[in-house]
């Protein structure tokens, strides 16, 4: 193309190209052994027979998916859900609650967590009695008529305080309460709290789960459907886009 008026001249689908040129990639004849990352913050998803649907990146990403297939595998839960950092998979957790619900979680608990339960969550109406949770005796004398959930970590961040799970499952349980575990101190490899019978297990991947320190991610699994239901919603402000774990 020669030049005219001194400049190059603009090809006449230069808007077309710009928009439409990366739409249709070329897939190789060979396929990846390892999942590639998708950076793209757009995907399409093909449907059977159906038109397909283009879906944005915090609905759908195919790395995303591979990774939390892989998590709930390994904390033998049916879903899990990932989040930009481990504070924000418990900011999540506390999220099922709404305004006039109380909560139990135990006095030694992670910084970032007891700040949120006494200077975040108060601010929406949810209020927490910090109770010794290793005393399962005395847990029913806790319990509101509001209270909705059971908050720990075994072990607990600082003083590695030892929890009876199974006894704490037994006692949420007996009293209709959701009870989720932070596992970050342990991760999947030395206890599985969704086989102790925990709803919501929760663990900041920046710490041992990834144990390189080049990563900021947190994650929640469960097997309870309607739990994963109600957290992609406020995961995903959105309906039913391409559940992630299966
Ligand atoms: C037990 C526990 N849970 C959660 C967190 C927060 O994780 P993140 O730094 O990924 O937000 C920490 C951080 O120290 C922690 O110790």
Same mark, same amino acid.
């Given at each position: 193309m020669g030049e005219k008026n001194g400049y190059l001249p603009f090809p006449k689908s230069f808007k077309t190209i710009c928009i439409?040129? +990366? !739409?249709e990639p070329k897939r190789e004849t060979c396929k990846e052994t390892m999942a590639p990352i998708v950076t793209s913050n757009i995907c399409r998803l093909e449907s059977a027979g159906g038109p397909s649907q283009v879906i944005k990146g915090r609905l759908l990403n195919p790395t995303r998916s591979v990774l939390e297939n892989l998590i709930a595998k390994l904390c033998k839960t049916k879903y899990a859900l990932t989040y930009a950092s481990g504070i924000g998979a418990i900011a999540a957790v506390f999220s099922l609650l709404k305004s006039g619900d109380h909560l139990l979680c135990n006095d030694d608990i992670y910084g970032g967590t007891s700040k949120t339960l006494i200077q975040v969550c108060p601010n929406f109406g949810i209020c927490t009695s910090f109770v010794d949770l290793t005393d399962l005796k005395s847990i029913p004398e806790y319990i509101r008529r509001n209270t909705k959930l059971i908050w720990t970590e075994n072990p607990t961040n600082p003083t590695l305080e030892v929890m009876d799970l199974c006894g704490l499952s037994k006692v949420a349980h007996e009293h209709k309460l959701m009870l989720a575990v932070d596992n970050t101190f342990l991760s999947? @490899?030395?206890?599985?709290?969704a086989e102790l019978g925990v709803d919501l297990v929760v663990n *900041?991947? +920046? !710490? @041992?789960?990834?144990?390189? *320190?080049d990563v900021i991610m947190g994650v929640v699994c469960t097997s309870r459907d309607n739990l994963y239901e109600r957290l992609k919603f406020i995961q995903q402000r959105h309906f039913n886009h391409g559940s992630s774990t299966v």
């Open positions: 439409h040129h +990366t !739409k999947p @490899y030395l206890q599985r709290p *900041s991947v +920046t !710490k @041992y789960m990834n144990g390189h *320190s």
